[in-house]
């Protein structure tokens, strides 16, 4: 009942739990044969399929990073009380005003200079009065006079207010407190009465004309960053104007805990459209070429290849037929780049690949019994050869792990977004905690991950709002995929590959999930099914592939429901 099941010994079919035959009583010459599938104009339609040209582009593809908009530091001024005494009066009470250089902000009451200005108005007096007197009184009521305005410049008074004390011959109340520049107010740090010392903080005033891009940067994304380097920033407020910035500074340190580096950005905003505090994400052009050839290259849609083990298959449709034909073709492909798989042999450019409907097709050949990436010869046996074997003990110290994350998955399709956090920020305490077992090399082979694990699980508890952890749950999904290609399903239950392609505004997206039905961690309940299921991975069986797109299609995928 299911021809696509092969075994090198007797035994029993996985899914029905019938007795398998000998391949020879089949026919092991007929099922063998490479032959196209030819769908009528129906069949074609009902199946969905579809098929892209084979083009030559840049290999480049787009890094795209999370932040948040923030005021430049190096603009920060605090107003501050040249003089002690009591706030009679606030002139700015609200955050977010806009002041000028020289505005008035305050008034305050200042004992000091009160009776400091008093002095002065006596002063002046007295000089006037001996001015037409003897030539030495007159001279030290001068010299009074002048070390009282010589004790009012200290305490902080300018010599305008100096001289308008003296013309008017009366000594104020209260003193004004003027900003020395001008800027919008972040805080305001006292209320009307308070008691301030001289030099304490009013206001905390910063300039928006230019504002900052703080990114967090993982680890794999700092090779591609350099100061000086432009980059393009969208602002979900701004959906249609994204803005250009360049890189101001990279942190040399990578926190400990998140395994991120902090990246500033610096974008101007003179008509003040971009507000502290706004999220934000970086778009960052990478060259993915990886002999340096700055030249175009063929590449074809991620959703194009299905992989089996180590290798590649694509569908490409025969030109020149009068139905709709296609032929199961083994490829050789390069790391992906963005939606695009660059393509190193097997192709030529303008054929036609087959990019959605891919697995009905291979379905249709294995249950004919033809050959298809589920009847090829299984390049996975070379590879479990090849890797050294896992400890039990290992396994079972990261089961907790991939454990906490399928709690996490379930959570976000059930739209329970607080339990998702509380999951996420569980798993990032056991990523940090974890000593595994085993050998030296599991030991490094694990450090390596466990960076990214936390890293991106922190970095998922500690966003605001479904949408933002959602997007910071896709990297973690990455890093689980990992997982499981290095040390194999520490579970004692299956895990499915799941992908959905209209994810992230149709980039696509994987997850890892139990058992059935499809839950789809991006949309839940307003897409709950959305998507399809690309593998199975049994107990203590590695996944091949590291990609969300790169491991084989389980005999049973689920369709689109919107």
């Not at 190096?74 to 700015?92: H, M, N, P």
């Not at 308008?164 to 107010?185: D, H, L, N, Q």
């Not at 990578?254 to 505090?277: F, M, S």
């Not at 849609?301 to 009068?322: D, H, I, K």
Request: charged share 25%; glycine share 10%; hydrophobic share 40%.
């Amino acid at each position: 009942m299911h021809p696509q099941i092969r075994m090198r010994e007797p035994g029993q079919c996985p899914i029905c739990g019938m007795d398998l035959i000998p391949a020879s009583a089949e026919g092991d010459g007929e099922t063998q044969a490479i032959g196209p599938t030819t769908l009528s104009p129906s069949a074609r339609a009902l199946a969905k399929i579809r098929t892209t040209p084979v083009l030559r582009r840049e290999p480049r593809a787009e890094l795209r990073l999370p932040g948040r908009v923030d005021y430049d530091e190096s603009s920060l001024r605090a107003v501050t009380a040249w003089t002690g005494g009591r706030i009679d009066r606030l002139r700015v009470r609200v955050t977010g005003a806009q002041i000028r250089k020289g505005q008035v902000i305050a008034t305050l009451y200042s004992p000091e200079v009160y009776t400091a200005t008093r002095d002065l108005v006596q002063a002046v007096k007295q000089a006037e009065k001996l001015r037409g007197g003897l030539h030495s009184s007159a001279a030290l009521a001068s010299a009074a006079l002048e070390s009282t305005r010589e004790r009012l410049r200290l305490l902080g008074l300018s010599d305008d207010a100096i001289a308008r004390i003296e013309a008017k011959k009366a000594a104020p109340r209260s003193v004004e407190i003027r900003s020395p520049f001008a800027g919008t107010v972040l805080e305001r740090l006292v209320e009307e009465g308070d008691y301030v010392a001289a030099g304490a903080p009013l206001f905390n005033v910063a300039n928006l004309d230019r504002v900052w891009i703080q990114i967090d940067a993982y680890e794999p994304d700092l090779p591609y960053l350099r100061v000086g380097q432009e980059v393009v920033v969208a602002v979900e407020s701004m959906p249609d104007e994204p803005l250009v910035g360049k890189v101001a500074f990279i942190d040399p340190v990578v926190d400990h805990r998140t395994r991120t580096a902090k990246v500033r950005i610096e974008v101007g905003n003179r008509d003040g459209q971009l507000r502290p505090g706004l999220f934000a994400e970086a778009v960052i052009e990478v060259d993915t070429d990886e002999e340096g050839d700055a030249g175009p290259s063929l590449v074809i849609p991620r959703t194009a290849p299905l992989f089996t083990g180590r290798r590649s298959v694509v569908y490409v449709a025969v030109p020149g037929t009068e139905r709709p034909t296609y032929e199961l073709r083994e490829v050789r492909l390069g790391a992906a780049a963005g939606p695009f798989y660059p393509v190193l042999s097997g192709l030529s450019e303008g054929e036609e690949v087959v990019s959605r409907g891919a697995f009905v097709l291979d379905a249709d050949l294995q249950l004919a019994g033809g050959k298809s990436m589920m009847t090829l010869g299984d390049d996975r046996e070379d590879a479990a050869a090849e890797r050294p074997p896992v400890a039990k003990e290992l396994r079972e110290a990261l089961r907790p792990v991939v454990a906490t994350y399928l709690d996490a998955q379930a959570h976000l399709a059930g739209d329970a977004i607080a339990e998702a956090r509380g999951d996420l920020e569980r798993l990032a305490e056991i990523v940090n905690d974890l000593r595994p077992p085993g050998s030296k090399g599991d030991r490094e082979s694990w450090q390596a991950l466990a960076g990214d694990l936390s890293g991106h699980a922190r970095h998922a508890a500690t966003q605001e709002g479904p949408a933002a952890i959602r997007r910071a749950f896709e990297h973690l999904s990455g890093a689980v995929e990992d997982l499981l290609g290095r040390f194999g399903n520490p579970m004692t239950e299956p895990v499915r590959i799941a992908y959905c392609p209209m994810a992230f505004d149709s980039k696509g997206a994987a997850w890892i999930q139990r058992e059935e039905p499809l839950a789809n961690p991006y949309y839940g309940a307003a897409m709950l099914r959305c998507g399809d299921f690309r593998a199975t991975v049994l107990p203590g069986e590695f996944l091949a592939g590291g990609d969300d797109e790169a491991a084989p299609a389980s005999a049973h995928a689920g369709g689109h429901e919107h």
